[in-house]
């Protein structure tokens, strides 16, 4: 077998092979060094195919998924299909809890249905079932999320517990039926502290001085799925103390917190973040968490209520911290409320981390080191892929921080239109994915990613 991630990068997929050759299905044309890299990985003439009446897509889930690549998960997987469809149930989801998995998608295809884990932000095909079982398998994740059976031609939404664990269920009508997705909110019972997150020690104290201010703004930002909500709580449980008025506006809720009054956003009952917020306001809190900024009536209230006495949290989806103030100030925020609001900014990223058991050292291209400015005279590592990190070279992610101190430097640069990277002092993601990248933790590959 072809590694998965060497097969995954290049696009190729093995078709059928003999003693003396192998077939290899190829998504694009292949160049003569990648042909010869495959013949000395498998030890044998390769037969390349490059034709797109093939469902190169099709091909390579089902090669690859996860249950064809390891024999005992393929054993008990056949072993459940004949069962209840209960205990088909039971075991997708602890499967999918095994593999730390943060999303499980159930895609109703042609005559199948096809379940897939995203793994450390990859989505993964774990199987295929047939048609019956598939259907069997919605009307039981609708019964548990108390979604009319009946309800068939519109999105809908629900949610679940399981053991220690919610889900968030959304389904959405496609042209051959029914797709489900599961999202993972976390475990119900479980509260983090800011080591657990991957906070260095320096950035917790400068998270704790800030957060134990009386007013100002607070945002946490990154992309979709960064772990900002787990960041966000986390510093909730920390504030929640019973001492505190805390309310939440979130859309959704996410995690309940005995302390902490959460409303839900609701476009039905004409809830949003801003309609909601100035009710809020009459109800006495002293720290006040909007779930997203999404527009300029939302932000201009955050921020009016960061400058009239209360402590004010919520998230953005930019890239870094200083992104975050321009995305205020494209929603049409002035330049003195931000300056004159903002404490904080949090910016992460999810990185994943190499496979222990098999990363491989080798020597980077000595241009590829140039463009990135690295370290020419460290050791660098390659993932490779085995059965323990399921052929993905990858084993976990972490979090990656850049923390802005919004001081008085800061809030000046920001008035004077002039806040760059380089007129401040900040270790940036990029540099801590750097440092990741020559300490063997990471690859190349996830930095060329945020790059």
Known sequence: MIDYSYAYENKIVLLNETTTYADILSKYELDYDTINNIKNLIKKDVNVIYDKKYNFEKYFEEYYSIVNVDSSINNEFLSILDKNIDILFDYIIKKAHSFSSSDIHIICEDNCFVIKFRINSILRTFSRIKEDKGQALLRIIKLKSNIELSKTLSPLEGRFDYENLTYRVSIIPTVFGEKITLRVLGNIKNIYTFADIGLSDEDQALLLRKIHKNSGFIIITGSTGSGKSTTLFTIMHRLNDGTKNIISIEDPVEYKINGITQIQVSQEKQIDFHNILKFVLRQDPQIINIGEIRDYDTAKMAIQSANTGHLVFSTM????????????????????????????????????????????????????????????????????????????????????????????????LIQMNNLEEKNIKIITIKDKIKNLVQNGITTIEELSKYM
């Open 317 to 412: 989806h930019t890239n870094d911290s200083i992104s975050s103030i321009n995305r205020l100030k494209d929603l049409g925020i002035v330049d003195f409320d931000i300056a004159n609001s903002l404490n904080l900014i949090i910016s992460q990223r999810l990185i994943r981390t190499l496979c222990p058991y098999c990363k491989k050292e080798y020597v980077p291209n000595a241009d590829i080191l140039n463009h990135y400015k690295l370290d020419e005279n460290r050791t660098y590592f390659k993932k490779c892929g085995c059965n323990n990190c399921y052929h993905t070279g990858y084993d976990n992610q972490i979090a990656v921080f850049e923390i802005l101190e919004v001081d008085d430097n800061i809030k000046h």
